[in-house]
């Protein structure tokens, strides 16, 4: 898209940069690229798009490493970026963001969390998305099939004396792991999918406290107007003088419009391998957890996706897939994904999966 024209002179321009700092105009422009791909990040995370969540984090990761963003609402929103993307990442126990591997992603995440409490308005909230937090730390375990790691997860927790108030919430959860059930009831309470919605909650309460749109309504009104013009151009070349071939056809004379490049170096940018990299936080160390968000901002990095190749349908996973429709209905497979892990499978591989089932009567 070209930027608009203005009746700015170079000579203007140049007085407008004498009269100005550049290192300013910077600030605040790096300012506004931070905040949208802040929003592009809470809009990915709603939406539950693991690619762009991914580019939109590598994209605040450089923007962030500006030394000229520095002030309380910018390292907020970079822990915020951290807290989501490990929450968002919170199934993949082979992802790590802290140089402790026994600490997972939610684990991890909670850390966090509890450096946060200040941006959260109701006490409730924050109580609510820390429970589920542990709870989860448990259940994500549980549901791998790795109960020593479920039980590390609760000795982590006992360990950390902000999480110290959830004592009880510990006791039921030992007594669950002890039965090694991943479908108890009360794990149901406290599903994968219903953290992703609380987290969504506090994510938009704070965007409505903080508005961080600006360059997103700039850019939304430079698109509305472009796509305002090609109307208008498309209209006008209705109307304009055409004239007929020996058949009988119109025939457009405007002259086609040149490339200013040509159409076969469009991977000028893309790496060799032309693979798609995949980002996430980077390992935070756990004693800058526990720092202020003043003190160092969190930063980011890249972290391979791990997903498994779909293998055999098991009876653990045709279990899942049963719970999951009982619970949610049938077609809502997004949903069943987000509360199971089908080991990498996809939503029409679950409804396929449920259709072998129907036909084999294993299901009502």
């Not at 992603?105 to 998305?129: C, Q, R, Y």
Request: aromatic share 8%; with cysteine.
């Amino acid at each position: 898209m070209e930027p608009e024209n203005n009746n700015t002179t170079d000579s203007d321009a140049d007085s407008i940069h004498e009269n100005v700092s550049f290192s300013e105009v910077t600030t605040v422009a790096s300012g506004w690229m931070l905040d949208f791909m802040f929003v592009s990040l809470c809009r990915h995370f709603k939406e539950g798009k693991f690619d762009e969540f991914n580019e939109a984090l590598s994209i605040l990761e450089a923007i962030s490493q500006s030394p000229s963003l520095k002030g309380k609402l910018y390292e907020e929103k970079k822990l915020i970026s951290a807290f989501v993307a490990r929450v968002f990442h919170g199934k993949q126990l082979d992802v790590f963001f802290e140089e402790d591997n026994s600490v997972m992603p939610l684990m991890s995440a909670a850390n966090i969390w509890s450096n946060l409490e200040h941006t959260v308005a109701d006490g409730s909230l924050f109580e609510k998305i820390t429970k589920l937090l542990l709870v989860q730390s448990v259940a994500v375990c549980l549901e791998k099939g790795q109960r020593s790691s479920a039980s590390s997860a609760l000795k982590w927790f006992e360990n950390n004396h902000q999480f110290q108030h959830t004592s009880n919430l510990g006791v039921k959860l030992s007594k669950i792991v002890a039965q090694r059930d991943p479908s108890h009831p009360y794990l149901m309470n406290f599903s994968f999918s219903g953290l992703l919605d609380t987290v969504q909650s506090y994510l938009d309460a704070y965007l409505d406290k903080n508005p961080s749109d600006y360059l997103l309504k700039a850019a939304t009104e430079m698109v509305q107007s472009s796509q305002h013009t090609e109307d208008l151009e498309d209209v006008e070349s209705e109307d304009s003088p055409v004239s007929k071939t020996t058949n009988g056809l119109r025939k457009n004379n405007h002259k086609p419009k040149r490339k200013l490049l040509s159409s076969n170096i469009t991977d000028l940018w893309k790496p060799e391998s032309c693979k798609k990299l995949c980002v996430s936080v980077k390992r935070l160390p756990a004693n800058e957890v526990s720092q202020k968000t003043s003190e160092k901002p969190v930063e980011a990095s890249e972290v391979p996706k791990r997903r498994k190749a779909p293998q055999k349908w098991t009876h653990q996973l045709d279990k899942y897939l049963k719970e999951g429709v009982k619970r949610h209905g049938q077609g809502r497979w997004a949903q069943i994904l987000k509360d199971y892990d089908f080991e990498g499978r996809t939503g029409t591989m679950l409804k396929d999966r449920w259709r072998v089932l129907m036909r084999s009567h294993e299901v009502g």
